[in-house]
């Protein structure tokens, strides 16, 4: 069941679109301000967020920065009842992933959020999350609390392996096939050090080291 965060200052308007999306099978939460939806949206198991661009307290696209630069992900799609371009190139720019123009009919919102929803399950299926580290796939990076961190191509091969090997011991032999490639002359001794340059960036608590058999990612 996907979880969804309405920031939305008009009783009337936050009722019925919770009422729409619950019939849908959404679980939904409403504020009513903007702070309150930076706050709530900061909060780790959202899938979406509908948000309003006109709030009291702080703005639309106040809160999409906020969030944003906080390094959360979630898929934010903005409600206006302003329909200039300039707005709506604003908030894409600040990282809003759709705009829905006020009125807007129950089909076209809840067909824009499947999309959106859809979306974020296939990048799912290319990014592996760990807390507040992100180890994408189809960029080669990995972030931490939005932030980028810097590797060689090899450590984010050696990362992308054990993290889709969570919990299980791989020996080096195991890593060496599937990071590096059969038939690839290589000593133990150059995973070790790929593996000291791994948890030297990452932390030692994500990367495990079981000895006499080999790493175990632990996030």
Known sequence: MARILIVEDEPEIAAALSYDLKLEGYEVDIVADGESGAKRGREPGWDLILLDVMLPKKDGFDVCRELRKTGVRTPILML?????????????????????????????????IRARLRAVQADAEETVC?????????????RRAGTKIEMTPQEFKLLWVLANNRGRVLSREQLIDTAWGRNVALTDRAVDAHMVNLRRKLGQDLIAS??????????
């Open 80 to 112: 206006t009842a302003r329909a200039s371009e300039a707005e709506k190139v604003l908030g894409l720019d600040l990282g809003a992933d759709d705009y829905v123009t006020k009125p807007f009919s129950g089909r076209e919102l809840r067909a824009r």
């Open 130 to 142: 760990c807390g507040d580290l992100e180890i994408d796939s189809a960029r080669a990076e990995v």
């Open 210 to 219: 079981v000895r006499g058999l080999g790493y175990r990612f632990e996030g």
